[in-house]
């Protein structure tokens, strides 16, 4: 695993995924994680562009996140498909999940129950920085 970038420039949840990224380097953080969210977590994003991007989200063994570069999307307990302005919602506790799955604006394959675990995580881990 390589200390690559998690940021993906275009993408309003970028931010977000780069402060992500820094909390999981404290054990603390790193061990509630895995034992709130106990899935790797797969989410990609669709921006204003159409474009798409991926990020792993591995809470059931390494408590990391890194993106997919190179296009090989690996298979996760629970795979997260949405647009990136609705992931910020989500993240910032303005929506919420359910919701949004109902709404038709969030796709889930694999494990409901974990998905619903995430949103759990973001609201123990606050709110992300406001931009600067």
């Known amino acids: 695993m390589s200390s690559e970038s998690v940021a993906a420039p275009g993408f309003e949840s970028s931010p977000y995924f780069e402060y992500l990224f820094e909390c999981l380097k404290e054990e603390m953080i790193r061990e509630i994680a895995l034992g709130t969210v106990k899935a790797v977590i797969v989410v990609t994003l669709k921006n204003k562009e159409n474009k798409l991007e991926t990020w ?50 969030l796709k889930v394959k694999g494990n409901l ?20």
């Open 56 to 105: 792993v989200m591995d809470f059931k063994n390494k408590g990391t996140l890194t993106k997919v570069s190179d296009g090989n999307i690996p298979k996760g307990d629970v795979l997260l498909s949405l647009k990136d302005g609705d992931f910020m919602r989500m993240a910032h506790g303005k929506s919420n999940g359910q919701k949004l799955f109902m709404a038709g604006k």
């Open 113 to 132: 129950m974990k998905a619903t675990s995430i949103e759990s995580l973001f609201k123990d881990m606050g709110p992300p920085p406001a931009k600067l």
